[in-house]
């Protein structure tokens, strides 16, 4: 017995996820089953769950395929029941179940722009939605901080006033468009690849997927036949205090209007802007902390840097017993990263320590010198050193990419500090 697979379920996504949201969980998929990144024994596997996971991405990916997959699972993609990815499933029996049974198709009057599915008692009519439209919104991490509320105008399509939305004159008759036949949807082929194409259903962009036309003398004065008409309107766009990268705001109903349709949505994807000064990660942030050798050594009490909302944040170090702050030192500043949604609370903010030392050439004399060094504690001498002792010449400014340059061990040009950085050392498939 043959087991539906649920390509959510491969991509590890919901039904609502962004295009944004698939992309992402393809590649994280597809790095994690590629065949070249296994074991020999678990490239068969790998090799079945990556290429699940690419087709799952070119059926969710695209939109029309996306929408038959929703509707009918993979059989409309199943090339022994007339669909698969190079071919597509019968479009009467695909209609029949997306629009109810017993419709007719050739363009018999009552068709309705194919607008309904059947629910409800007694067969009752409900609009199916339209397409919602989803773009990506940048954000700052400022605006992110203090929430934002912005105003644009929109322009969209809206059911025609003058007809009703059926495209033609009061009292007028249509007939079965002649391009797609009455079917409101015909197969054209689309490049996929490099040779490669693919048979798509799609709506008729003649008579607009309903499957029926007016003549010219018969069509509305207003739309022109094409049932809906261009209207402007200004939005709001709300995004809260704390929202994050990839948060999706909805403006419900606002996306183009079609006869028999509940509008889609107006969909904003947030993409984070890239911040000078901070990083964030959920709701913490995290910063660098320059400060000078002096500072390090004896402490400060000053303003290190200017917060999200333009506030100074000041800190006031003391070291007490001689304590010194250290290159890479973190301290942590309890409630100054980010909002926290549907709540007062903030997350907390980390600063890392960089010590800037002074330039070249700061001690002007040797009495500086020696109070410097009398001031400093000695390092001192660890164990007695050997009877012969030479002292040699060296280079300030030596780089550790030319350590064991022109060879060909693996642990040359630092490379040995570059694996542990990124996890380790890394080995190579054969």
């Not at 990506?136 to 934002?148: C, D, F």
């Not at 902390?289 to 917060?307: D, M, P, W, Y």
Request: charged content about 30%.
């Amino acid at each position: 017995m043959d087991v539906e697979i649920d390509l959510y379920e491969v991509l590890g996504i919901t039904t609502s996820a962004s295009k944004t949201e698939i992309k992402k969980a393809y590649h994280k998929a597809a790095l994690a089953h590629h065949p070249d990144k296994v074991a020999e024994d678990d490239r068969v596997e790998a090799e079945v769950r990556f290429k699940t996971a690419k087709q799952a991405y070119e059926i969710l990916y695209d939109d029309e395929k996306r929408h038959l997959y929703d509707a009918h699972g993979m059989a409309a993609f199943d090339p022994s029941r007339g669909g698969g990815m190079g071919g597509e499933p019968d479009i009467d029996d695909i209609f029949a179940q997306m629009f109810g049974g017993g419709m007719n198709f050739g363009g018999m009057p009552g068709m309705g722009g194919m607008g309904g599915m059947p629910g409800g008692p007694g067969g009752r009519q409900v609009p199916r939605k339209g397409r919602s439209v989803e773009q990506e919104y940048e954000v700052t991490l400022e605006e992110l901080y203090k929430g934002k509320t912005t105003k644009f105008s929109n322009t969209k399509n809206v059911i025609c006033g003058s007809c009703k939305g059926s495209g033609g004159k009061q009292n007028a008759k249509p007939h079965a468009c002649s391009v797609c036949g009455g079917r409101g949807a015909k197969q054209v082929l689309r490049q996929v690849g490099p040779g490669l194409v693919t048979q798509e259903t799609v709506a008729c962009s003649t008579c607009s997927g309903s499957g029926q036309l007016f003549k010219d003398k018969e069509r509305c004065k207003k739309c022109k036949g094409k049932k809906v008409t261009e209207a402007k309107n200004v939005l709001e766009l709300y995004i809260p205090r704390g929202a994050r990268q990839g948060d999706r705001i909805v403006l419900a109903g606002e996306a183009d209007q079609l006869p028999d349709q509940e509008p889609g949505d107006i969909i904003f994807s947030l993409d984070e802007a890239e911040h000078e000064v901070f990083e964030r990660a959920g709701d913490d942030l995290r910063a660098e902390l320059k400060i000078s050798l002096v500072e390090a050594l004896t402490g400060f009490n000053r303003v290190v840097l200017t917060h999200l909302d333009g506030r100074g944040i000041q800190l006031n170090v003391k070291q007490p017993n001689g304590k010194v702050l250290r290159p890479g030192q973190v301290l942590k500043v309890h409630g100054e990263g980010m909002p926290k949604k549907k709540s007062d609370a903030k997350g907390d903010l980390y600063l890392v320590v960089d010590i800037e030392f002074p330039e070249d050439g700061w001690i002007k004399d040797d009495q500086a010198l020696k109070k410097i060094r009398d001031a400093l504690p000695s390092r001192g001498m660890s164990e007695t050193p050997p009877d012969d002792v030479e002292e040699v010449d060296f280079e300030s400014d030596a780089d550790m990419e030319e350590f064991g340059a022109g060879s060909d061990d693996p642990r040359a040009g630092g490379q040995w500090e570059d694996d542990e950085e990124e996890g380790g050392p890394q080995c190579a498939t054969q």
